[in-house]
């Protein structure tokens, strides 16, 4: 049997679900709050935008035009030739790469654990308090606001084997000093020295900023419980300072990697290649042979290289950090 229901007794449309049911209007509040919602997203993108664009143009648009200028046969002047992966086939037997390579990494193995056991050294130290403290912090950063290039050229000076002060001091002693940067024993071992003099202060900074955060109360009760300073700083400082000793070993190793003012300056790559590191090779195959595609097949390479012992450094420290100190 079929019941008709009066119009006057049918639901509404919104309640039976019609399809042409007008959604709610939204109430003042829902509006105010849609209004700040979008403006506060404005407001976050007016002042990213800044450092945004600068990220985009200045690091982003750089690496993609690297990668695809290592696909290209290009000396700068002619016309790109695209050549696939020949730069990096090229790359991977020239046994000069990977002595730059060899020659890096040597460079980074003498510079960080010297300066980073140097830094904590001397964070240790300008921890306590004594007099011209501060004064001392501010010249043992004082190297680090110098020019690379200015610093170059007086320990080229410095090391030089007639008149350098280094061999003239070793002299008073009886010792005759060798031809520092003409030696393949010795020229990388000197540029990781300057590199050492000139950065540990600025190293010290961020450890001696991260002791200091260390509440005293721990040392307090170490104190009670009978530790000795041995003990302190393997159960309590080191473990507290990684914080600060992961953000420098991840910079410095990075900087390390990159190093090319010291020697371009001192030695331009020699004796011997002994002191060719990435950074001067893709300089000479970018600039004095105007190889462009094949040096930036070698920039990708040094990037690679640096992601990689960065990604190790991150995994290694991830789950050995500390970060709440309360």
Known sequence: MIVNIPAATRPPAADRGHPSAEPPTPTDGERHRRRSRIRTAVEAYVLLAPSLIGFVLFLLVPIVGVVV???FDWNLMGSPHFVGLANYREMAGDSEVWRAVRNTVYYVVLNIPAQTVLALLLTLAMNR??????VLRVLFVLPWMAMPVALGIVWNWAFDPQNGVVNQFLSLFG???PAWLSSTAWAMPVLASVNIWQYTGYTMLFLLAGLQAIPESLYEAADLDGAGPVTRFF???LP??????????????????????????MTQGGPGGSTDTMNFHIYQQAFQLFRT??????????????????????????????????
Do not use: C, E
């Open 69 to 71: 200028i290592s696909l």
């Open 129 to 134: 308090r004594m007099r011209g403290g501060k």
């Open 175 to 177: 010792v005759d000093g």
């Open 235 to 237: 159960r309590i400082t």
């Open 240 to 265: 507290l300072l990684r914080p600060s000793m992961f953000f420098v070993l991840v910079t410095n190793t990075i900087g390390s990697f990159q190093m090319f003012d010291t020697v371009y300056v």
């Open 293 to 326: 595609g094949y040096a930036s097949a070698l920039a990708m390479l040094l990037f690679a290289l640096i992601l990689l012992v960065t990604a190790v450094q991150v995994v290694y420290f991830r789950k050995r950090t500390v970060y709440d100190f309360s």
